[in-house]
């Protein structure tokens, strides 16, 4: 399961570091953005470089639900695991999108974050969505 690429986007530098540090020492590539436009504008390369995007909900200049709408519209492939303080539910989601994507509360522990993202794989994977 390492060997995919992921993107950490929140707007806490140190949390961001920590993370890519473990994540990179899992096997992962792994990019950061401090902003949601940021996250944005590199999920827009062509094909989207990222199979899983990990999104804090509250950044400093759009909410993490934004992000979300337009990743999920512009890539068929990208998952999305909210990582915030406050609770989320894909019950929100449209029902096709719900397999897409996954929630992890914070306060967590680094490996709670290799079981989310090993989760969110799998629930894709037999949902019918590649990588």
Same mark, same amino acid.
């Given at each position: 399961m390492?060997? %995919?690429?992921?993107l950490?986007?929140?707007d806490? %530098?140190p *949390?961001?570091?920590?993370l890519?540090?473990? %994540?990179e020492? &899992?096997?992962? +590539?792994?990019?950061?953005?401090? +902003?949601g $436009?940021?996250? /944005?504008?590199?999920?827009? $390369?062509?094909?989207?470089?990222f199979q /899983? /995007?990990?999104?804090?909900l509250?950044l400093?200049?759009?909410t993490?639900?934004?992000?979300?709408e337009?990743?999920? @519209?512009?890539?068929?492939?990208v998952?999305i #695991?909210i990582?915030?303080?406050?609770?989320?539910?894909?019950?929100? *989601?449209?029902p096709?999108?719900r397999? @897409?994507v996954?929630? *992890?509360l914070?306060?967590?522990?680094? @490996? &709670?974050? #290799?079981?989310a /993202?090993?989760?969110?794989? &799998?629930?894709a994977?037999a949902?019918?969505?590649?990588g």
């Amino acid at each position: 399961m390492a060997n %995919l690429s992921l993107l950490l986007v929140d707007d806490e %530098l140190p *949390l961001l570091n920590l993370l890519r540090k473990y %994540l990179e020492r &899992q096997g992962y +590539t792994v990019d950061v953005c401090e +902003t949601g $436009q940021a996250a /944005i504008d590199k999920c827009r $390369q062509s094909p989207c470089p990222f199979q /899983i /995007i990990v999104l804090d909900l509250k950044l400093p200049d759009m909410t993490g639900e934004a992000v979300m709408e337009v990743v999920l @519209r512009e890539s068929a492939s990208v998952r999305i #695991l909210i990582s915030s303080g406050s609770p989320f539910s894909n019950e929100i *989601l449209d029902p096709a999108l719900r397999p @897409r994507v996954g929630s *992890l509360l914070k306060p967590f522990v680094p @490996r &709670q974050l #290799l079981a989310a /993202i090993a989760e969110l794989v &799998q629930v894709a994977k037999a949902a019918g969505h590649s990588g």
